[in-house]
Each structure stands twice: as structure tokens, then as C-alpha cells.
């Protein structure tokens, strides 16, 4: 089974947060949640927007941007095209 977006929508991996900061370990409770992550799949973009993100983009986001859902013991966000701020090249 696999998960396929459809629209303008990205289903994003998120970066694992940081464990350590400085020899300090942070605990669950205290991570930020990553504001980048990597573009699992695609949906085709709409007839007033064309779908310029691909599978494999590494991408930055809002802090609340997206919805988050967990798939085969695995938690993505899904959102729209216009959510992703930019793509790290």
C-alpha cells in the first residue's frame, strides 16, 4: 500500500529532531518539531497550478504547516504546494 497525494498536495518526511545541542541531551517533551524534511510523494498540481516539487526535494516549512498522519509505524505531513517556504538545494 502506498500513499499517492492528489492536487497541489506533498507528502513530506520530516528531519528527525535534534537529540543534542552542545553535549546536552533534550528530552522529548522539549523539542522544537523539525521545520524541514524530504518530499515522499507528489500529487499532479491542479489546471490553475502546476506542481513544481518532485519526489526527493528537500524542503522547508511552516511550524504548523501540514497535517500529520502515521503511516506503516511512520509519520509524514501532508500539505499543500503553496505551504513549502522553499527547497534546499
Do not use: C, H, W
Not at 533534550?26 to 518530499?39: R, S, V, W, Y
Amino acid at each position: 500500500m502506498k500513499i499517492q497525494p492528489l492536487a497541489d498536495r506533498v507528502l513530506v518526511l520530516p528531519a528527525p529532531a535534534e537529540e543534542k545541542v552542545g553535549g546536552i541531551i533534550i528530552p522529548d517533551t522539549a523539542k522544537e518539531k523539525p521545520l524541514q524534511g524530504t518530499i515522499v510523494a507528489a500529487g499532479n498540481g491542479t489546471k490553475d497550478e502546476e506542481m513544481v516539487l518532485k519526489e526527493g526535494d528537500t524542503v522547508l516549512y511552516g511550524k504548523y504547516a501540514g497535517t500529520e498522519i502515521e503511516f506503516e509505524g511512520e509519520k509524514y505531513l501532508i500539505m499543500r504546494q503553496s505551504d513549502v517556504l522553499a527547497v534546499i538545494k
